[in-house]
């Protein structure tokens, strides 16, 4: 198979960024980007990044990406891996690359010891609903996330 999954280094910023508008674009959420070159730079690839990335490509031309980091879970008394972002160029969708992607990263959980490999998905994008779900992926419809972000996180960090 022409797959290759790859750690992404410090010459992919800019293709992650790319791949990280392509996504945003298709999120319906570009106007969230706020990010630069030099941004994911800084927060990737820093010496004291906990963030990672890995590139796939796929006949040696890079297709897609994903940026996961380790959490931790109190109750399992493990840590765990967070899949942030998951991207696969349109036209190379159906080639296999994500769900490759998916499985590197299983891999690396399990070698990890990790007792959970955990993402979120938009309750609109049914077809990556439908394909989590063909691989015994399963939503955790109990839990309601929460965020602070902008002007809300900064007030409330002063308060």
Same mark, same amino acid.
């Given at each position: 198979m022409p797959l290759h999954i790859r750690p992404a280094t410090v010459a992919d910023a800019a293709l992650i960024l790319s791949f990280i508008t392509d996504l945003a674009i298709y999120e319906k959420a570009e106007h969230e980007v706020k990010t630069d070159v030099a941004g994911i730079e800084a927060s990737l690839f820093s010496p004291d990044s906990r963030t990672h990335a890995l590139i796939c490509e796929y006949a040696g031309q890079p297709i897609g990406?994903? /940026?996961? !980091? !380790?959490?931790?879970?109190?109750?399992?008394?493990?840590h765990g891996l967070f899949l942030e972002d998951l991207y696969i160029t349109p036209e190379k969708r159906g080639v296999g690359a994500g769900k490759a992607l998916l499985r590197h990263l299983a891999q690396l959980a /399990?070698?990890?010891?990790?007792?959970?490999?955990?993402w979120a998905v938009l309750d609109w994008n049914q077809p990556a609903i439908d394909f989590y779900q063909s691989f015994g992926a399963c939503p955790q419809d109990e839990w309601t996330t929460y965020r602070l972000t902008g002007q809300a996180l900064l007030d409330f960090a002063r308060s």
């Open positions: 990406y994903a /940026v996961y !980091f !380790f959490n931790y879970s109190t109750w399992l008394g493990k /399990v070698g990890k010891g990790c007792g959970r490999f955990e």
